[in-house]
Structures are given as C-alpha cells and as structure tokens.
C-alpha cells in the first residue's frame, strides 16, 4: 500500500493510546557515558552533488566527505560520511512506500537478535515542505555493549526517502544531512503539479511528535480537484515497541465541492487494514467496494446529504471562520470517513465557542461522538486539540501553501 482524513486519524489512535500507551524514556535517566555519548554532533563542511549513473535522481548533500551510490533491486543506497567513524546510510526507492512501516521495519529487522531495544525518541516535523517521521532506539548487544540506530524517512509523490545511522549521538547531524538531502531530492520522473492548496500538519500525543498528515489539493485538465490526504503514524506501545499507522487516500471533487471518487487505504504494521473504492453512479448516489477489516464490502453508500472532497470542506472552513461580516459562524457538512463507517457518511458540526485565541475564532469541532476545539486563520485548520479520557492528542500545522 502507498499509503483520512484527519479526524478518522484522530479517532483510531485515541482508541489505540487507550488500550496501552507507552512515552520514551527521559535520557536523564540513562548512564553518564551513555548521555554523554547521545550528546555528541559534528559539522558537516561540506556539500556534494550526487545523482547515479542512470539519472533516476539528484540531490546536493551536506557531509563531511563524497557519498557513494549503489545501485540496488528496487533502491539506491547512498552512504553519506558525516563526520564519525560509521557514515550514514540512505536510501531512494523507485516507488513511493508506507512512511510510518517503513521506518519501523527499517529500525526494527537490524535489530531483531538483539537481547534488548529501548525507544529513546520519536519525533516529527518538516524539513521546509516536506515532513519527516524519525525514530532513535537504543540496543544492548549480547557482550551488553550499547548502541543507538536512527532512522528518518521524507516521503515523496513517487518515491520514498529513508536514512540510517548507527551510532549515539549526532541526532542534529544526521537530520542536517537528511535535511539536505530532502530539500534539493529532485526525481527525474517526478510530474509537474501546481498544487491549489499544500499543507502539513504534526501530530503530538504527550510529549511526542508522533506523526504527520500530508494534504495536497490540484486541478486536473477539467477543472475537477484531486487531493491526496496522506498520513503517517508512530506510536509507542511499550519500551521496545511501536504501532505503525500508514493511511493514503486519493479523492476527486467537482468545482463546486460534489465528491466524484475516492480511494482509500489503510494499514497497520505494513498489513492492510482497510482498501475502499468509492465511485459515483450514474443513477445517483455511490456505490461503495474493497474490503475492510477483512472483510469484503460491495454495496450502496448511505448519504443523508450530498457528499463533499476534503478541498472543499477546507475552503468552507475557511470562509466560515473569516466571513466579510467578521462573524465567524457555524458549518455542518457531510463526508466520508471509511474508518468511522464505511457504508455511511459522517457529518461535522463546526460551530464558534465566541473566544478567540491569539486573534483567531475558536472552534468546537463535533464528529463520530468526538469533540475537538481549534483555531482557523485564513489559510485553514491552524491547530486542533481533542480529548478522550486521560489523553489530549494536539494537531498543528508545520507548514501550509495555499492559494486564496
């Protein structure tokens, strides 16, 4: 699966926190040798040009000495010296992959053997437009010497960048290279996109950066819009273990909001969860098909409304919070949310609390029995708080791009 919305995100890993929910060590806890070790960095002076011979990509890359490439089935490994005897290891897939599984089997295969793991940190953000999910996990070998292994993976609309270094320390280092590498990533066939609307938004449960979600919204040759809602989840379930969260959906909407298809698709661990088509049918309505939870599904969507794309819903969001009148109001719309129901549409209650937090209307945000408050400037959903029980999942926004 390549790789829904937000709130379907929301829900489900609330659910998951409930059923056992585990934070990352403080590494004032861990032996003097080892934070002293875990503090580590270097610079990186220089920058190098690197492209294998076919031309599949390109990149200029912040390190202490020339990358090699090699060429590999499905992949291409780049190893990066950054300043420290063991370099870093990266990796360009010819076709886009699950972020959140990704990196997950990438920390976790090497040190499989291994008597003991700890997670030591999980953390998300941007590197300029693109978002990254990172993990850093400490080992004890069988002689019961440590180690740390970290991984990084940027993903991209065909492909996949993933980073690894085996040693403590050097966390800032090892994201400055990968930070390099991303931002100047330039894929030979990468189509040309001239996104409307272009945003990322973090997730954060605890004190973690837990994940991202990915909203990019672009007109096709008609005029209809085409979004792609990706996310990307890491959650800690105990010291040693994690659950991946992987989702990707790829809707179309009319000019004027009315949903025309959508695919979506969910996974846990790398195993598919959820794999829905939704199409429009020519007697009116949609038919709904794939399966979910494992179990096969063709049958009729039930709408109480007409059913609305994610664009849409952001751009009436958006006027519903910055109205010429200066009178934020409500908004109840209908979408669909396979993970909430996936026969049956969801609605969302936005309605105005009347305070304003830094300038901006707060809102209260009703779906599927969930509330959530948040705040909406001009360019959409600026943050989003939602509580269930003990727990308070935050959403904010890294970076957006979009167009009036």
Known sequence: MK???????????????????????????????????LAREATLPGEYTVSPEDGFFS????????????????????????ATDIPAECFVYHEALDSAATLSQLIELPLSDMPRTEILEIDAGT??????????RLYLTERKTAGVLKGIVMPFDSSLLACLHDTAGYGETFRQMAASFANTLVLRDAARQDFVHEEVLL??????????????????????IKSTVE????????ADETLARDEYNVIREQANGDLISGRYAEAENGEIKVSINLDRVEQGGYRVEGTFQG??????????????GPYHQHREMVRAANPGSGQPRGLSVDAYVPSANPLQTVTFDLNPTGARLGGLPEYELSFSGLKATGVVDDKGQKSMTVKMGPLELQLSRAYVNSQP
């Open 3 to 37: 790789k829904p919305s937000i709130v379907k995100a929301v829900a489900v890993f609330l659910a998951v926190c409930l059923s056992g929910c585990a934070t990352t060590p403080q590494t004032s806890q861990l032996p003097d040798f080892l934070q002293e070790a």
């Open 59 to 82: 990149a200029k890359i912040a390190g202490s000495a020339r990358p090699e490439v090699t060429v590999r089935e499905g992949v291409y490994q780049v190893t990066i010296p950054i």
């Open 127 to 136: 590197f300029g437009q693109v978002p990254y999910l990172y993990q850093e």
């Open 203 to 224: 997730w954060k449960l605890r004190d973690m950066n837990i994940g991202y979600t990915l909203n990019r919204a672009e007109p096709d040759t008609v005029g209809d």
């Open 231 to 238: 996310t990307a989840l890491l959650l800690p379930r105990s």
């Open 295 to 308: 179990k096969a599904i063709d049958a009729p969507l039930k709408a109480t409304s007409g059913v609305i």
